[in-house]
């Protein structure tokens, strides 16, 4: 407020010095005049200052004060000086204003931009609310009985942020005790630098003031139209609004009654009337919304962007006790959100200093290849009076149910510093994947978290001015699920993880979770260092215990079942927050248990060879009484299962992305495999396709070695209790297709 007033302020100057002047030359009237204004704007300039007895003019003006900027081509002030000397009032028979240019670029970037500057213009300073009830909107629009306009005519220019301006035309008419005043406001909005969807908008807003002689405000009539025209705006690329509102006195007090409606449609977008009466302190009434079209995200005002697509119905009540300070709502509505429906209900109570008590719920449905299902997002807030927000969110897709509430308070609804907590029940991974892709629409994302490999997840572009991704964040949330079941059937169990996020890096300060008999645990640190030439940097560890194997799915069925113990630590550093996972380096040491090496898996022409050999030793073993070729049939028999009594596994990620497996080995009852190899592979998408070649010494004892030793395939020197084999094998095919076959020629060529 206190800006405005100064350009008030100024304008009234105008006046008083304009009678102190009229005796003099225009250069004393201009050195006056500047005179008049030094010390109270931060700088000024005027070309030429006139006053007559009938006028007061000034030609080519320019202000600039805190931030703003003003300039008006010629002002105009026409009224009888003589008669304002000789009368207790001030009539003004007219004002003219050319070429108003008001540049609030610098004003309203302060300000946070769009209506952040009006706010800012118009917002008090330091104002301190009346004591006295509030007697309603009219009674509180005192008209002047001393001041007095017969017309006022004003075009100009408003300069905004991101190469937008606003054209207008201001008329004012009979501004006056028992007057009808009407206002019209009229012009264009333009956004030439493409940040708005609305590319040109055309207004037309008009006012009429109902004064009595008595100095009363009976009422207020209002009417706008709006025609916006932009290729984003919606499909139409064009939306067109007329509205009327009116404000008018009561026996009782006021009634306000608002109408605006979309061309073409037949239901008003709003459609409210709201009771107000002043003896009482009770304001009451209906609420009515029925957006249908576009819903307009208008940088003009600061909104955010919102959906392209959408009809929205609201019906409700509102009461409210001026005098108690205390009421109470209901509303529901439904509508289709992006060719989804949806509904929602609302009801409350609140006061005046205190956070309203909430309830309500928010519905709609889903349906993907997975079948169809419900979300359900009810509402508590404050509703024990203790300041706690809590979101009960039910998935259910038929007869499976997914149960998670978050939980907050108010101080964590200014994010400085948030406190969330997540819970659940049993949750169903694939229901809230339907969900996620069913909400993408809306603007919201869901990282599907067992596909994390060969998808590359949506990241903000670190590099951006804007800075990190949680600028502006800090504080913690914490997650505990009870069972959190997977598309694939494993389940986890008693899930927690905690959240620290601060200014410079975002922690997970602890992860643990039950699978089967096994355990999980991790902690890592994701860091922003500003002034490094990478300043992403990821740490991370993380332990296992008594894993099941076939959580190492690599695409076509794990070739190796049993349990899993060992570490993992992860470091990577970039440049940016997309790039990171690319140049993460990787260490990983696991050992495995009481499992079975599955060849037939990976190479289904090693379970036809067997049976071959096996049916050619069976017609023709007794006739050519050769021990290897029944050495081969069991050789390759038994390669179909191979029982092992521990596994180990040794490997390290490089920032390139190629991958050195420092240590396999394989200890059996009858098999010995150890080697080392390498993953050819640029990054984490094309890991389980890279080529992989290892070079493994195999051993071998038992029925298994005597088999080998028949055909000539080991020497005399040991490994343990294992008989070494006289050539190394190469394992090559990729990760998820590991190509045996150099071991079966090997054993085939025994037999020449």
């Known amino acids: 407020m206190r800006k405005l007033l100064i350009f008030l302020g100024v304008i009234v100057l105008l006046l008083m010095i304009a009678a102190g002047v009229a005796l003099f030359s225009p250069p004393?009237?201009?050195?006056?005049?500047?005179?008049?204004?030094?010390?109270?704007?931060?700088?000024?300039?005027?070309?030429?200052?006139?006053?007559?007895?009938?006028?007061?003019?000034?030609?080519?003006?320019?202000?600039?004060?805190?931030?703003?900027?003003?300039?008006?081509?010629?002002?105009?002030?026409?009224?009888?000086?003589?008669?304002?000397?000789?009368?207790?009032?001030?009539?003004?028979?007219?004002?003219?204003?050319?070429?108003?240019?008001?540049?609030?670029?610098?004003?309203?970037?302060?300000?946070?931009?769009?209506?952040?500057?009006?706010?800012?213009?118009?917002?008090g300073d330091d104002q301190v609310g009346s004591d006295e009830p509030w007697e309603g909107v009219l009674a509180m629009m005192k008209p002047s009985n001393v001041v007095s306009i017969g017309r006022i005519r004003l075009d100009g220019q408003v300069l905004l942020p991101e190469q937008q301006t606003i054209d207008l035309n201001l008329s004012l008419d009979d501004l006056a005790l028992g007057k009808q005043t009407r206002i019209k406001l009229q012009g264009v909005f333009l956004d030439e630098g493409g940040s708005s969807p609305v590319d040109r908008a055309n207004y037309d807003l008009s006012l009429e003031l109902d004064q009595t002689a008595s100095g009363e405000m009976n009422g207020i009539l209002g009417t706008l139209a709006l025609k916006m025209v932009g290729d984003d705006l919606n499909p139409k690329g064009q939306l067109e609004i007329d509205g009327h509102w009116n404000l008018s006195r009561t026996a009782s007090g006021e009634v306000l009654t608002v109408v605006l409606s979309e061309s073409g449609k037949s239901r008003p977008l709003i459609d409210t009337e709201l009771d107000m009466n002043v003896q009482s302190g009770q304001l009451e009434g209906r609420l009515s919304a029925n957006l249908n079209g576009a819903i307009v995200p208008v940088s003009l005002l600061g909104l955010p962007a919102m959906i392209s697509t959408a009809t929205f119905s609201m019906d409700g009540q509102v009461e409210w006790n001026f005098k108690q300070g205390v009421g109470q709502f209901n509303l529901r509505g439904a509508g289709v959100l992006e060719q989804r429906?949806?509904?929602?209900?609302?009801?409350?109570?609140?006061?005046?200093?205190?956070?309203?008590?909430?309830?309500?719920?928010?519905?709609?449905?889903?349906?993907?290849?997975?079948?169809?299902?419900?979300?359900?997002?009810?509402?508590?807030?404050?509703?024990?009076?203790?300041g706690q927000i809590n979101l009960p969110i039910e998935v259910r897709r038929g007869d499976r149910l997914?149960?998670?509430?978050?939980?907050?308070?108010?101080?964590?609804?200014?994010?400085?510093?948030?406190?969330?907590?997540?819970?659940?029940?049993?949750?169903?991974?694939?229901?809230?994947?339907?969900?996620?892709?069913?909400?993408?629409?809306?603007?919201?994302?869901?990282?599907?978290?067992?596909?994390?490999?060969?998808?590359?997840?949506?990241?903000?572009?670190?590099?951006?001015?804007?800075?990190?991704?949680?600028?502006?964040?800090s504080g913690n949330a914490t997650i505990v699920v009870n069972r959190l079941v997977f598309p694939q059937g494993y389940v986890l169990e008693e899930m927690n993880a905690a959240t620290v996020i601060r200014p410079d890096s975002v922690s997970l300060t602890s992860f643990s979770t039950r699978i089967d008999q096994g355990s999980i645990l991790g902690k890592g640190d994701l860091v922003y260092t500003a002034t490094s030439q990478t300043p992403y940097t990821l740490r991370a560890e993380g332990r296992v215990a008594n894993i099941p194997s076939d959580l190492l799915d690599l695409g076509s069925g794990a070739p190796i079942t049993g349990t899993w113990n060992g570490s993992v630590s992860v470091l990577g550093q970039a440049g940016?927050?997309?790039?990171?996972?690319?140049?993460?380096?990787?260490?990983?040491?696991?050992?495995?248990?009481?499992?079975?090496?599955?060849?037939?898996?990976?190479?289904?022409?090693?379970?036809?060879?067997?049976?071959?050999?096996?049916?050619?030793?069976?017609?023709?073993?007794?006739?050519?009484?050769?021990?290897?070729?029944?050495?081969?049939?069991?050789?390759?028999?038994?390669?179909?299962?191979?029982?092992?009594?521990?596994?180990?596994?040794?490997?390290?990620?490089?920032?390139?992305?190629?991958?050195?497996?420092?240590?396999?080995?394989?200890?059996?009852?009858?098999?010995m495999l150890s080697g080392n190899g390498s993953v050819d592979a640029q990054n984490w998408q094309t890991l389980a396709q890279g080529a992989l070649d290892m070079n493994l010494t195999m051993g071998s004892k038992g029925t298994f070695g005597n088999s080998a030793m028949a055909l000539g395939l080991t020497g005399q020197e040991l490994s343990g209790e294992y008989q070494l084999w006289r050539k190394p094998i190469n394992i090559s095919g990729s990760l998820s297709n590991p190509n045996f076959s150099a071991l079966k020629d090997m054993i085939f060529e025994a037999l020449r």
């Not at 050195?31 to 005027?46: E, P």
């Not at 204003?97 to 931009?113: H, I, K, P, R, Y």
């Not at 949806?342 to 200093?353: L, M, P």
């Not at 994010?415 to 969330?420: G, S």
Request: net charge negative; glycine share 8%.
């Open 402 to 473: 997914s149960k998670l509430s978050v939980q907050t308070d108010l101080a964590s609804l200014k994010l400085d510093p948030f406190k969330i907590a997540l819970n659940g029940d049993t949750v169903y991974l694939e229901d809230l994947q339907s969900v996620g892709k069913a909400l993408a629409a809306w603007g919201y994302s869901m990282q599907q978290l067992d596909t994390v490999a060969q998808e590359t997840p949506d990241v903000i572009d670190s590099a951006a001015d804007s800075g990190v991704p949680w600028e502006g964040l």
């Open 341 to 386: 429906p949806w509904q929602y209900q609302f009801s409350g109570t609140g006061t005046a200093d205190q956070l309203p008590a909430i309830k309500g719920f928010v519905k709609t449905g889903f349906a993907d290849d997975a079948g169809a299902g419900d979300l359900t997002v009810n509402l508590d807030v404050n509703s024990k009076g203790d």
């Open 576 to 671: 940016r927050l997309d790039q990171l996972a690319d140049t993460i380096q990787l260490s990983l040491d696991v050992e495995g248990s009481a499992g079975l090496l599955q060849l037939t898996r990976v190479n289904e022409g090693a379970n036809k060879t067997a049976q071959i050999v096996s049916i050619g030793a069976a017609l023709f073993g007794q006739f050519l009484k050769d021990d290897r070729l029944t050495a081969v049939s069991q050789m390759t028999e038994y390669l179909q299962r191979v029982p092992y009594d521990s596994i180990r596994i040794k490997i390290d990620r490089f920032a390139n992305g190629q991958v050195a497996i420092r240590d396999f080995t394989i200890l059996g009852p009858e098999l």
């Open 28 to 123: 004393v009237h201009k050195a006056a005049f500047l005179w008049a204004l030094d010390g109270k704007v931060d700088a000024v300039s005027v070309m030429n200052v006139r006053l007559t007895s009938t006028s007061f003019v000034v030609e080519d003006i320019k202000l600039a004060h805190q931030g703003a900027n003003l300039s008006i081509d010629r002002f105009e002030v026409k009224a009888s000086w003589i008669d304002l000397a000789r009368s207790d009032q001030v009539h003004i028979d007219e004002v003219l204003v050319d070429g108003l240019e008001a540049d609030l670029v610098t004003v309203a970037s302060a300000s946070g931009g769009g209506l952040g500057a009006w706010l800012d213009l118009l917002g």
